[in-house]
């Protein structure tokens, strides 16, 4: 596991210095799109509405249209933004856990003691605990405020990002107002149902059919022999998407031509073009991860795709 940001829980006068992870993923077979007729793959580009040309995501900023004005952010005015550059999670207050509304919950994140001494985590975890209170913190992350609760799983503190109040829909629904008369004994009836399957939740004991089932399916096509040659679903427009690298055949022929051409120079600038940072925006999360899925399903043909990317390079030569 690799943490995503590193700060420090701030309350008072304690200071915990701690990395944050990721507390879930995402367990969905990755499945990307290609054309019914021949198997090739289906790609996305960021095409400029004024000039038409493919732009990279290194090329792109931030907007704000009010109807008849856009005001471009770039990637400077964002970072300068003071509550970007800070890297505390602020304790605002600590609240009694059952006031904390289920449906405000988001994303969760592991906090990890980053000390040479945990002294100060386990004494917050352990304060928690014993009061049954969640701190309510906030927080900068990836160019947004976020407010969070902090809580205890087990023998870790977790951050759990709330949705902002004005996030949360108001329920108004008119047939809710209308008055319904329920008697005692359809009452009883309903509580005796809910006692006939009253259990402890084991989360390990539910599964995720429709992904097994679908991994199930795509063994069975595998086994038939009903699957394509992975290189032969690539074309020649990868190579046209502005130098973003989108999966691994794209990364390994740009690997051959940034070495050729650095061959005789300097060797020191060729890795530092796609350096990212821990605070990228979310949209360049989500492309990192569709970057992952595309990669993580062309690792298998790894063997068979290497040969075609060689000669390929060997003709352009």
Not at 90 to 104: A, K, M, N, R, W
Not at 161 to 183: H, K, Q
Request: aromatic share 6%; glycine share 6%; net charge negative.
């Amino acid at each position: 596991m690799r943490s995503i940001w590193k700060g420090a829980l701030t309350f008072g006068l304690v200071n915990v210095p701690v990395k944050v992870y990721s507390a879930t993923e995402d367990h969905d077979v990755p499945l990307h799109q290609v054309h019914n007729a021949d198997g090739g793959r289906i790609r996305y580009q960021r095409i400029c509405e004024i000039d038409g040309e493919v732009v990279p995501y290194a090329d792109i900023d931030r907007a704000y249209d009010d109807g008849d004005r856009t005001v471009v952010l770039t990637k400077e005015d964002l970072a300068s933004l003071p509550s970007e550059r800070s890297r505390e999670i602020d304790v605002v207050e600590f609240v009694p856990s059952e006031q904390i509304d289920l449906l405000t919950l988001d994303k969760a994140y592991y906090l990890e003691p980053d000390s040479s001494s945990p002294k100060s985590y386990v004494l917050l975890r352990k304060t928690l605990e014993q009061t049954d209170r969640t701190a309510i913190v906030r927080f900068s992350l990836r160019q947004k405020t976020r407010l969070a609760a902090l809580r205890v799983r087990g023998d870790v503190l977790v951050l759990q990002t709330l949705l902002w109040a004005d996030e949360v829909r108001e329920a108004a629904f008119p047939s809710l107002d209308e008055s319904v008369r329920i008697s005692a004994k359809e009452l009883e009836l309903s509580a005796s149902l809910v006692e006939s399957f009253s259990s402890d939740f084991d989360p390990a004991s539910f599964t995720d059919e429709y992904q097994e089932e679908l991994r199930t399916l795509i063994d069975a096509k595998l086994e038939k022999g009903d699957a394509l040659d992975t290189s032969e679903t690539f074309g020649e427009q990868g190579d046209k998407d502005g130098g973003e690298v989108i999966d691994l055949m794209e990364a390994l022929r740009a690997s051959v031509e940034r070495s050729r051409a650095a061959r005789g120079g300097s060797s020191g600038g060729g890795g530092s073009a796609s350096r990212s940072s821990d605070d990228t925006d979310e949209d360049a999360g989500s492309d990192k991860s569709t970057a992952k899925k595309s990669a993580g399903s062309s690792t298998a043909k790894k063997s068979t795709a290497k040969k075609p990317a060689a000669k390929k390079s060997a003709k352009a030569s």
